[in-house]
């Protein structure tokens, strides 16, 4: 499958970006997709991650109550809301297909988009 992730922006505190994943190639709704994000010196974190099929939805800490990711298979289409950004959100966000449910790690996902850019001034 190939991802390509856009929607990236520069954003004041406290605004609001939707982030999409477009999937092409296999089928879509065989794999359970994440966002993860990196800043600049630091390492790869995970964001939040849905299942396949029942749709479940799992996030880092730092996004609960924030962020929001949905999909949407018709669309081989995933997304992430977020909301009441803050600077420490400023990072390359990227999203990933794999096959494990819920997981945070990123070993766990075999496919990568490119990375679209956050960036939110104080």
């Known amino acids: 499958v190939q991802l390509q992730a856009s929607g990236g922006g520069l954003v004041q505190a406290g605004g609001s970006l939707k982030l999409s994943c477009a999937a092409s190639?296999?089928?879509?709704?065989?794999?359970?997709m994440g966002w993860f994000r990196q800043a600049p010196g630091k390492a790869r974190e995970f964001v939040a991650a849905i299942n396949r099929i029942g749709y479940s939805t799992y996030y880092a800490d730092s996004g609960k109550d924030r962020f929001t990711i949905s999909r949407d298979d018709a669309k081989n289409t995933m997304y992430l809301q977020m909301n009441s950004l803050k600077p420490e959100d400023t990072a390359l966000y990227y999203c990933?297909?794999?096959?494990?449910?819920?997981?945070?790690?990123?070993?766990?996902?075999?496919?990568w988009g490119q990375g679209t850019q956050v960036t939110v001034s104080s």
């Open positions: 190639g296999r089928t879509f709704n065989w794999y359970v």
């Open positions: 990933a297909a794999g096959y494990a449910p819920g997981s945070s790690r990123p070993d766990d996902y075999g496919y």
